[in-house]
């Protein structure tokens, strides 16, 4: 298991042995979030008693590998995405009864952690600076996004393409205005929907340097797939993005976001409901 903390409601990959149902593998991709599993059960008949497992971690993708004898080639058996606040977890053996008043024993042997060395592209050169516009598609998505107000829902309304808000540059849709530095302490709203069932997308508020693809940025609101509140961050310009955390909010992916300015410092914050108190992200 790979683990981000030891709290019960920790964000989690999981590849395991089951008693009678083979091997199988889960994930928790946000604290507090419901586990999800791959739907890719390897079961041998009889069901197998023993098995390898193998889990690589390449960046936010791990994959989960096994094998029935050690000297077989090993097998993928599923790729799942799952973002580790701060890419820092825990590796150990895991082992539970299902049942409360009883006790499992699980046996191993030729536990190994190794450091896996994954090549990744180069950084790609970075546009030319460009002048600031209120609703802005940076990095070039396929399809333009738009921001319009909703008569029905009396609110605004964002729809943007893109690639994503990650790596050492992004690809999306801003709705945005300029200020000075100094001149602002806080924005926030509420997410009323953002149900989008892609993993890395995302939707919410975001402080930004510039409209550069490789900007500097702070962003907090919904992930996609309704894994909830996420917080992310470039800390400069061309520098990979920061995963610092994700905490599930409810079903809906409807929240409250805040980003708050104290100096240099930026802090992130969320709530459920207007009247509740505010948590730090």
């Known amino acids: 298991m790979l683990r981000s903390d030891t709290s019960d409601n920790a964000v989690f990959a999981f590849s395991y042995l089951t008693g009678s149902n083979g091997v199988d593998n889960s994930v928790r991709r946000s604290k507090g979030a419901y586990v999800s599993t791959s739907n890719k059960r390897y079961k041998t008949e009889p069901a197998q008693t023993s098995a390898w497992l193998r889990i690589v971690k390449k960046m936010e993708t791990v994959e989960f590998y096994h094998k029935a004898n050690e000297a077989d080639e090993w097998t993928l058996q599923a790729t ?7 890419n820092s977890y ?5 082992v539970t009864s299902h049942y409360s008043s009883h006790r499992a024993e699980g046996t191993f042997e030729d536990f190994v952690v190794e450091e896996y060395f994954f090549p990744t592209s180069a950084p790609s050169i970075s546009t030319a600076p460009t002048p600031w516009q209120p609703n802005v598609d940076i990095g070039e998505p396929q399809r333009d996004g738009e921001a319009y107000y909703g008569e029905s829902c009396e609110c605004d309304v964002v729809k943007g393409s893109g690639r994503e808000i990650w790596g050492s540059s992004d690809s999306f849709f801003f709705v945005n205005d300029q200020f000075a530095s100094s001149s602002i302490e ?5 997410i009323q929907k953002f149900d989008n069932w892609r993993l890395n997308s995302r939707g919410g508020l975001m402080m930004r340097s510039t409209n550069d693809d490789d900007s500097s940025f702070v962003f907090v609101g919904g992930a996609g797939r309704d894994q909830g509140v996420v917080l992310l961050s470039r800390p400069n310009s061309g520098a990979p993005a920061e995963h610092h955390k994700m905490v599930y909010v409810n079903n809906k992916n409807s929240m409250w976001v805040k980003l708050a300015k104290n100096g240099t410092d930026i802090m992130a914050y969320h709530k459920e409901f207007e009247g509740d108190e505010v948590s730090r992200s």
Do not use: I, K, T
Not at 90 to 94: D, E, I, N, S
């Open 186 to 190: 806080s924005v926030e709203m509420q």
């Open 80 to 86: 799942e995405e799952v973002f580790f606040p701060n």
């Open 90 to 94: 825990r590796v150990g053996l895991a």
